[in-house]
């Protein structure tokens, strides 16, 4: 599998409810970060969690470290419909980030 | 302060031609990061410079592209002799370069290659 894998692939909810999304990696990494991509746009940078950190809180965003599993979630909480987008985990190892495939959210008003 | 900005937004090229994407990095940042994303996929890495410097090409086709960051002016990657695989959208980041490895990565908007 590749590194970085998000899952689900894909994920569909009602305004108002909460969203998961999970990530693994193989490598040791300095961070992970989560970015959004709507569609046919750039990368938007959410947040970024350090390897000595276990969880993070932005707004409605919350994500979460398991170094020992190689992990991460992000939870988006009160969902929006302009929260629809695909989210990318990257893990940084070295200077370059490694992107999974992606979560695609569609949150339905 | 004007984020990364990258041009053309959209490139349409035959077989056989150029392609030449161009990278501006925010200001005060003097790294920059070359992606290209599939249709379909995620990002995947291509090159990272410094100015006048490239400090890892590993993840570059071996023939055909090539990437600078000269002194003045912004950073191009180059396409020659575009074949059809070649369309794709093509992001640059930039970040400050404090922490070398940990830095925060500020993508732009993407080119938008289509090789007929």
């Known amino acids: 599998s590749q590194q970085g894998e998000e899952d689900p692939q894909a994920l569909s909810i009602q305004e108002g409810e909460n969203a998961t999304m999970n990530c693994s990696y193989k490598t040791s990494i300095n961070n992970l970060q989560w970015y959004r991509q709507n569609s046919g746009r750039g990368l938007v940078h959410l947040i970024l969690?350090?390897?000595?950190?276990r969880e993070k809180h932005s707004g409605r965003l919350r994500v979460t470290l398991d170094t020992s599993k190689k992990s991460s979630s992000l939870l988006i909480t009160a969902s929006r419909a302009a929260d629809t987008a695909s989210y990318f985990c990257?893990?940084?190892?070295?200077?370059?980030?490694?992107f999974g495939e992606g979560t695609q959210l569609t949150v339905n008003p | 302060n004007a984020g990364v900005m990258q041009n053309p937004r959209h490139l349409v090229r035959r077989r056989g031609q150029e392609a030449r994407l161009r990278c501006s990095p925010m200001k005060g940042h003097s790294h920059v990061y070359w992606y290209r994303q599939l249709p379909e996929e995620g990002l995947k890495f291509m090159v990272y410079l410094q100015k006048e410097n490239i400090i890892d090409e590993s993840g570059m086709p071996k023939e055909r592209f090539s990437a600078e960051f000269p002194k003045e002016g912004p950073s191009i990657l180059r396409i020659q002799q575009v074949v059809r695989g070649d369309s794709a959208a093509y992001f640059c980041?930039?970040?400050?370069?404090?922490?070398?490895?940990?830095?925060?990565?500020?993508f732009g908007p993407g080119t938008r290659l289509t090789v007929l």
């Open positions: 969690i350090r390897s000595n950190e």
């Open positions: 990257a893990e940084t190892s070295g200077s370059r980030l490694t």
């Open positions: 980041a930039s970040s400050p370069g404090y922490n070398r490895g940990s830095d925060t990565q500020y």
